[in-house]
């Protein structure tokens, strides 16, 4: 079974969980900085999530801890373009220890994966919302509470559609 966004809602076996995404909403024609979260059917990959903050239930995904060197590559300049990366870092690359609580705990869906293509967009994640669930630059967000639900049912095949 495989989670759909539709709208403003997260759909999984049983739930309807409010989500927000996107400031541009929902788009067939993904490109890096449009604010929009991409249409389709994508794989996900692992869960990543903060030791200090999350207190993470048994699931099946494969799992990181996020560190605080831990970033994500948005810059098409550079062969790590879309993927994880170490910092320093001498390309432009979004710090995944952060501040605020929105990737505390996330899913990493494989948009622009295999192969990347450069400009095409990057780290979209499934992560947390806001308490207002104010628009994503492209991600999909749902509350904490909302997504430690969830997770202990997804598998490592579950899909995810993007409506």
């Given at each position: 079974?495989?989670?759909?966004?539709?709208?403003h809602f997260l759909l999984y076996k049983g739930y309807k969980l409010k989500c927000s995404v996107g400031k541009s909403g929902i788009t067939s024609t993904k490109k890096e900085g449009d604010l929009a979260t991409p249409k389709g059917l994508f794989a996900i990959g692992p869960l990543?999530?903060?030791k200090n903050r999350i207190k993470l239930p048994k699931c099946n995904l494969n799992k990181k801890i996020i560190k605080k060197n831990m970033g994500w590559c948005d810059d098409i300049e550079s062969k790590k373009y879309n993927k994880e990366i170490k910092f320093p870092f001498k390309y432009s690359a979004e710090t995944l220890y952060r501040k605020d609580k929105i990737y505390d705990i996330f899913i990493?869906?494989?948009?622009n994966y295999s192969p990347v293509i450069k400009g095409r967009g990057s780290a979209i994640f499934l992560h947390l919302s806001s308490k207002n669930y104010k628009p994503t630059k492209?991600?999909?967000?749902?509350k904490k509470k909302d997504i430690l639900k969830i997770i202990p049912l997804i598998k490592k095949n579950t899909k995810i559609s993007i409506r």
């Open positions: 079974m495989n989670i759909i966004i539709k709208k990543y999530y903060r990493n869906i494989k948009y492209g991600c999909i967000a749902v």
